[in-house]
């Protein structure tokens, strides 16, 4: 009996003891585990952190070229909606205005006073550079100081000049007045539209004076575009020449630094230049705004900005006339698409350092005239 209670007592204490053990053993292994799989959690996190921070460092970096061609492409992409936003603004602008006939006078047309005074000679028609055929008209004393007149955009010689050319001839001045080639007479429709050009029409100045000064120096005057050509020949042949009169017309040196220093105010005052070489070259766009509604953005435009009074309606109807002669426009816009050849060899030829110069040399005297509230002037100074 007691051998029984002994191993009894024996048995159930050494199973308590025994279930207890395993109890024991299994709660610190329980431990250890929850500390073994914390620490391999903090292990995989160390080891994901190293592998992140690795694989960020072996990331490729955006290669310099990439670098560049965003810091470049970005600007350009910028400026180039910010033209085409003023552009069309401005266009925008005056297709919404109205034609301002209260700034159209009444009075007889300028021209018709003018062929009316006596004091033309003749009109001639005189091949000069590449046998181009060029419309001249000829007034005053033959034999007197020769003055040469040059006409802008978008007029010709007795358009531009009816008063001048009456005044000048009766103070007994030789007056000799050409149409810029690809203007008005000086149109010849089988010319390619790149012979018109300010280059060309340089190499006809410097012809028509030697053939018309005889062996005396002339004073010659250029408004608008037709300083362009002005500037080169003098400079080219400062032999030839008394004086220089420039009418809005700035050297093109001193246009392209006043541009790239003022590039808002450029563009907010000359942007149909920009349109009519981008945009309005898009299949033949400008012609298509110049000549719709019978001329209405001329009318506003050209006409309309200037002083009441200083055209009439018969004077609009002189430039309807020439504006209308087939292919005319385009040939007159060839020198606004010509104008980046016309940069692009400027600065070629004189360099970063001509444009940047506070002076541009000139070896016989120039005069500029500038109308202070012109849109050139607002644009230029």
Not at 235 to 242: G, I, K
Not at 356 to 363: D, K, L, N, T
Request: charged share 15%; hydrophobic share 45%; net charge positive.
């Amino acid at each position: 009996m007691k051998t029984f209670w002994r191993d009894s007592f024996f048995r159930t204490h050494l199973s308590k003891k025994l279930s207890f053990r395993p109890l024991a053993l299994q709660t610190m292994a329980s431990k250890a585990e929850q500390k073994g799989t914390k620490a391999a959690s903090i292990q995989n996190s160390m080891a994901k952190a190293r592998g992140a921070k690795l694989e960020l460092g072996t990331r490729p970096m955006l290669s310099a070229t990439t670098l560049i061609l965003a810091l470049v492409l970005v600007p350009v992409v910028a400026i180039i909606v910010g033209l085409f936003a003023v552009m069309f603004g401005r266009l925008w602008q005056l297709s919404v205005s109205d034609i301002p006939f209260h700034k159209f006078s009444n009075h007889p047309s300028e021209l018709q006073t003018l062929l009316a005074s006596g004091v033309i000679r003749s009109h001639e028609m005189i091949p000069l550079y590449r046998d181009h055929p060029s419309f001249v008209t000829f007034a005053g004393d033959v034999d007197g100081p020769t003055v040469v007149l040059i006409h802008g955009y978008p007029e010709s010689g007795l358009l531009s000049y009816p008063k001048q050319i009456e005044f000048l001839a009766k103070l007994g001045y030789n007056v000799v007045v050409p149409d810029l080639r690809g203007f008005n007479g000086s149109f010849d429709a089988s010319v390619p539209l790149s012979e018109y050009n300010p280059d060309a029409a340089m190499e006809d100045l410097r012809i028509l004076i030697q053939k018309t000064a005889r062996g005396k120096k002339v004073a010659i005057v250029g408004h608008d575009w037709g300083c362009i050509p002005v500037y080169e020949v003098v400079r080219l042949n400062p032999h030839l020449f008394a004086t220089v009169v420039q009418l809005s017309g700035v050297h093109l040196m001193a246009y392209m630094r006043y541009g790239s220093k003022n590039l808002y105010k450029h563009v907010h005052y000359s942007w149909y230049i920009l349109w009519d070489f981008t945009f309005g070259n898009i299949g033949n766009a400008a012609e298509w705004v110049a000549v719709s509604d019978d001329y209405a953005f001329m009318k506003k435009f050209w006409l309309g900005t200037a002083n009441t009074g200083s055209y009439s309606l018969q004077d609009i109807e002189e430039y309807k006339a020439v504006w209308s002669k087939p292919g005319l426009m385009t040939s007159m816009l060839a020198w606004y698409r010509y104008v980046p050849n016309l940069f692009l060899r400027h600065l070629m030829r004189d360099g970063f350092e001509a444009m940047a110069a506070p002076e541009i040399p000139a070896s016989v005297p120039v005069t500029i005239v500038w109308g202070c509230n012109s849109l050139a002037a607002k644009g230029h100074t």
